[in-house]
């Protein structure tokens, strides 16, 4: 039977590099890993509970609700029965108090009750019915703490938003809060291996598979809880780049396991989704094809998802990557990504599946010779024409940059540029380009910049196109389908690409674990600042006093900004070890095929992306394409993005370019040292066990940022010949 291959290219850092770079890169991974191991003595068979440790706090009032809890119009369901357990656990760690579930009380209370909605008639009209039941409403009266919701999951995070307010220390009067989730679907892409490790995983090995089997144990559980707590609502759990075994996932070898998975998930409001082979009626059906208008073809695949929909209750449908980086799709039988996508569609649309597609298409065979192409244009150039030819139950999953996930790019021509199609944001918080878990980067500042871009949609109408009255242009708004009408059929989001695995910590780096809880909130209420989720987090995972969580935010919030400095400069991106994507090598993509360039030469750095280069600034509407267009207008953070500029340019701080090069990267090594220096000041103060996880990573993180600084600096001198006008050490 035909496997994995015959499509050609795999994605970069994939077994297809040459054996050379395989084994640097495998070396490589290993060395760092023992450096990891040395310096941690995690008992990896035990796991972390992270902020739902629920260690005792100062009472605020709480305690004398929380003797009994009332269920109102509730009865036990999964739902419920998980509602409980939590509640239970949590008023006992936090409060002391053992709480007796009844159906009416004697005195103070907590009462958990159903009402008909929770939004204003007006809002509901537009909300989806997922949002209609995930909303949740807190009042506190004398008599009783009241969570309202109209379903069991907003009761559920309702739940988990009270055991959230005492966990931080709020006041009671400040646990009131009526909240709809901002966005339908909330997701976690999780790229786990059935070979045990994960693409692009930086936490250990995968926690949903060992050696070609599905894993169902006491963790799976923890991991929905964890999940659920921050508001996720669907999960894929296995790796875009479908191969191997994962291929069968969708077969009798393993329905019965994803059966019992499915079932925890729900539990906990959670629906399950698989990424998708679509070479499947090839590599499994036996067929010559996958031609998706090809009759057998179809056939194969409506007895599958017959099966997959029979065999998985609450299952939510697939991802699907593909024509990119060496996947199958239907360009290879001549067809578009609509034929592909709305095929599988329609046939899930009976078990009311979705289908979600994502647009990472791009040509990664690109001559670096070629000044014409380019990766940045692809995704536009390859959605854009066919806005509005996809079926209802498709989404578009558009990465947050037209490139992948640097530490600074622009936002996405494809946000708002569709107009006619159901859209979605893909955010990564694993640090694949941001410091492997090891660096500290948190990166909701960067996801808040994402959401509340102006795209400037709303400004040009097109005929036929589903722009709602009054809407607003902003990134969160087209995400959540409400510029474009999508919101009610639910069919809109947000997903994070996962940064979990099996070590006990589960995201590699203590500090990480603010991602993983920071894309849950914020997705669920894109209002949310982000220092105030940092805060959340920061409390709820240490118990300790005001001034180290003080200094734990500090740290969290300046890390992308110090991140940023000293790699990259000015959103060229880029500047990583090939393959790892890990480390400084500043022309380790320059002559690649994978159409990442920086450009430099004596005289300059970047690429000319304006309509006299490759015209991709040309695909925003024109108040930012008019600004992308012109250097002097261009956004600094965005400079070598957009345009070749000298290195004697003057930057709107009267800094040359080179000199800002230089400053920058001295600053950000300076600045990763101050916030290794200000986290040793709380030894004593955390857990030993998180205190020698975050100051061993903050050793290597200092190792990592001198490379970044020295390397780059000493390029850029030798290119330029320019000297640092402070005369610092450069090589
Ligand atoms: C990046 C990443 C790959 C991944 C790809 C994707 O290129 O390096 O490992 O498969 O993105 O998003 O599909």
Not at 395 to 420: A, C, S, T, W
Not at 600 to 622: E, F, K, N, W
Request: net charge negative.
């Amino acid at each position: 039977m035909l496997r994995a291959g015959i499509f050609g290219m795999q994605q970069d850092g994939a077994p297809e590099e040459s054996e050379g770079k395989k084994c640097a890169w495998k070396g490589h991974k290993a060395r760092m890993q023992m450096r990891l191991d040395k310096r941690e003595e995690y008992v990896m068979s035990e796991w972390k509970q992270l902020w739902l440790q629920y260690h005792p706090v100062a009472d605020q009032g709480f305690g004398a609700y929380a003797g009994t809890v009332v269920l109102d119009g509730f009865v036990n369901t999964p739902v419920i029965n998980s509602l409980k357990e939590e509640a239970a656990r949590g008023l006992k760690g936090m409060l002391g108090t053992e709480p007796v579930f009844a159906d009416q009380a004697e005195g103070a209370c907590i009462r958990i009750r159903r009402v008909d909605a929770v939004a204003s008639a007006k809002a509901e009209e537009e909300l989806s019915e997922n949002q209609k039941t995930e909303s949740y409403r807190i009042l506190v009266t004398p008599e009783e703490i009241r969570i309202e919701a109209a379903g069991e999951k907003g009761a559920l995070y309702g739940t988990f938003a009270l055991l959230r307010a005492i966990g931080t220390g709020k006041a009671l009067q400040e646990a009131e809060t009526e909240t709809v989730p901002s966005n339908p679907l909330r997701m976690l892409n999780h790229w786990d291996n059935m070979t045990n490790d994960i693409e692009r995983g930086y936490s250990g090995d995968s926690f949903f598979f060992k050696d070609g089997t599905v894993i169902v144990d006491e963790r799976t559980k923890d991991y929905a809880r964890l999940v659920s707590s921050v508001g996720i609502n669907a999960v894929v759990i296995n790796n875009v780049n479908v191969k191997g075994d994962a291929t069968d996932l969708i077969t009798d070898r393993y329905f019965d396991k994803l059966a019992a998975m499915s079932e925890i998930f729900a539990a906990y409001g959670v629906s399950l989704y698989l990424s998708l082979n679509f070479a499947s009626p090839i590599e499994i059906g036996g067929l010559d094809n996958c031609d998706p208008l090809n009759e057998e073809v179809i056939a194969w695949w409506k007895g599958k998802i017959a099966e997959v929909f029979g065999r998985i209750p609450n299952f939510g449908g697939f991802l699907v990557k593909a024509d990119s980086e060496g996947r199958p799709g239907p360009f290879t039988y001549g067809r578009t990504q609509a034929d592909g996508a709305n095929m599988l569609a329609d046939l899930v649309k009976p078990y009311g599946g979705t289908i979600i597609w994502r647009c990472f298409v791009y040509n990664c065979t690109q001559d670096w010779r070629d000044y014409k192409t380019d990766r940045a244009r692809s995704g536009y150039d390859n959605f854009k024409a066919m806005d509005g030819d996809y079926h209802d139950n498709v989404i578009l999953q558009i990465k947050n940059g037209p490139m992948d996930f640097q530490i600074r790019e622009p936002i996405h021509p494809l946000m708002g540029g569709l107009r006619k199609t159901n859209q979605m944001l893909e955010v990564q918080i694993a640090q694949e380009y941001t410091g492997h878990q090891i660096d500290v980067c948190y990166l909701m500042p960067m996801f808040k910049e994402v959401l509340e871009y102006h795209t400037y949609c709303t400004n040009h109408p097109e005929e036929n196109d589903r722009q709602k009255e009054g809407a607003g242009d902003q990134v969160k708004d087209i995400v959540s389908g409400r510029t474009f009408g999508n919101q009610k059929s639910g069919m809109a989001g947000m997903a994070a690409v996962a940064n979990t695995g099996n070590d006990a910590n589960w995201t590699g780096n203590d500090l990480a674990a603010a991602n993983l809880y920071g894309f849950g909130r914020l997705s669920f209420d894109t209002e949310l600042s982000s220092e105030e989720i940092a805060r959340e987090w920061a409390q709820l995972t240490f118990d300790t006093d005001k001034e180290a969580i003080d200094v734990i935010v500090r740290i969290l919030m300046g890390s992308r900004a110090t991140y940023e400095k000293y790699t990259s400069p000015l959103g060229i991106g880029w500047m990583v070890t090939p393959g790892f994507h890990y480390g400084c090598s500043v022309d380790g993509y320059e002559y690649s095929r994978w159409g990442t360039y920086h450009r430099a030469d004596h005289l300059g750095i970047g690429v000319d992306r304006s309509s006299h280069g490759t015209g991709y600034a040309q695909q925003y509407y024109p108040e930012n394409a008019e600004q992308y267009e012109d250097p002097a207008r261009c956004p600094e953070n965005l400079l070598l993005f957009f345009h070749h500029i000298p290195y004697t340019w003057k930057l709107s701080s009267g800094q040359s370019l080179i000199q800002y090069i230089y400053d920058s990267h001295f600053e950000g090594y300076e600045e990763a040292e101050g916030m290794a220096k200000a986290f040793e000041g709380l030894k004593g103060r955390i857990p030993e066990d998180s205190f020698e996880n975050i100051s061993g990573r903050f050793r290597l993180q200092l190792d990592n940022a001198r490379e970044w600084r020295d390397q780059v600096n000493s390029y850029f001198y030798r290119k330029s010949g320019i000297p640092d006008e402070k005369g610092r050490p450069i090589y």
